[in-house]
């Protein structure tokens, strides 16, 4: 969450579509650690049925190239803010009784491959990846109702290559071949939290959306003995 000016106009339509709802913001820095713990305490006093980590930033460079502080941002922003508001001090702890809770990690096609350019945002992805295949599949071998899943998006329609590339402008159709609209990554999200499985993932060749059940193996204690 950050305090930009695309926060307060998407709140202004979403009330004009909905007067009743009542859309609250919490302008944090999540690559402050501090900032992290206070914003979720500053939720304790709702019943958050669905927690949905939807930040991060990429870094687009070749490894030897990379800013260090940049990475360094990224890689709080994008495992260190995620993790903590992911386990089991904070959501996992608080929900992991509540039937019909879920907690919805934002991880990306790049958190199952890797590609130039990309190693540490990448890197970063698989981390987001494995912890949560691990967690709701931990969370399943205690009997947790608390369902934990994972939307791995490909090319999207927001600010995010702006922002990787340190850009003032960028126009996916005419630049990019195949990308989602935020609208449509928006339905391919209520699709995974309608269905059964953990991991909602667009194919990086034909750029269909999959819903699938963890790809990393885990070996649970009840498979072990």
């Not at 386990?87 to 996992?92: I, Q, R, V």
């Amino acid at each position: 969450m950050f305090n930009t000016g695309t926060n307060f106009n998407l709140k202004d339509k979403i009330q004009s579509m909905n007067a009743d709802l009542d859309v609250i913001l919490r302008p944090t820095d999540l690559s402050a650690s501090e900032q992290v713990y206070a914003l979720y305490e500053s939720l304790k006093e709702y019943d958050i049925e669905i927690f949905v980590n939807n930040v991060g930033f990429g870094n687009s460079a070749t490894v030897a190239e990379q800013d260090v502080q940049q990475t360094e941002k990224m890689l709080r922003i994008n495992v260190e803010a995620l993790i903590t508001l992911s386990t089991s001090t904070l959501y996992a702890h608080d929900y992991a009784d509540k039937e019909g809770a879920q907690l919805i990690n934002l991880s990306s096609d790049l958190g199952y491959r890797i590609v130039p350019n990309a190693v540490t945002y990448a890197a970063s992805k698989f981390y987001v990846s494995t912890f949560t295949e691990g967690l709701a599949q931990e969370l399943q071998d205690k009997g947790s109702p608390l369902k934990v899943k994972i939307l791995a998006p490909s090319m999207t329609e927001t600010e995010f290559v702006k922002t990787a590339r340190e850009i003032d402008e960028f126009r996916y159709s005419d630049n990019v071949q195949k990308f989602h609209t935020a609208k449509e990554m928006a339905q391919f999200m209520l699709e995974l939290y309608d269905s059964e499985q953990v991991l909602g993932k667009v194919n990086s060749e034909s750029y269909e959306f999959e819903l699938m059940g963890p790809v990393y193996q885990y070996t649970s204690r009840k498979k072990a003995d």
